[in-house]
């Protein structure tokens, strides 16, 4: 398994067009949520906040995955409804248009669960 140092190394093994979905997907979350940190877990590109995983992303021969964990599939269940879905992942064909406004308020449910367990485990 190939352990890669950076975002850009892991999309320079895609080609251009698989990359400028990837860069997409980070824009979004980036611009929505600035104070993510990017890291790698699982082999693929992850967003943490406050040191908890936010969401990973991988691409691979035919779809993006997206892996926001189980509890955001069940809560978005009405918008995935043309996705290939699993107990806590997303398919995006690659021939699909990338769905950045439903990736994005993924991502805002995220932070705001990341919010409410920290509240939480303070009190």
């Keep these: 398994m190939k352990i890669y140092k950076s975002f850009e190394d892991y999309f320079s093994d895609f080609d251009k067009e698989i990359i400028k979905k990837l860069e997409y997907i980070r ?3 980036k611009n929505e949520i600035p104070q993510v940190e990017e890291c790698f877990k699982y082999a693929m590109p992850t967003f943490t906040y406050q040191n908890k995983n936010l969401i990973h992303f991988a691409a691979y021969k035919n779809h993006i995955g997206i892996y926001p964990g189980s509890e955001a599939i069940v809560i978005f269940e009405k918008e995935l409804k043309n996705y290939k879905t699993s107990k806590s992942a997303i398919q995006i064909p690659l021939i699909s248009e990338l769905p950045l406004e439903l990736i994005r308020n993924i991502a805002v449910y995220r932070k705001s669960k990341i ?4 509240k939480t485990t303070k009190k």
């Design 27 to 29: 824009t979004e979350i």
């Design 115 to 118: 919010l409410q367990s920290t």
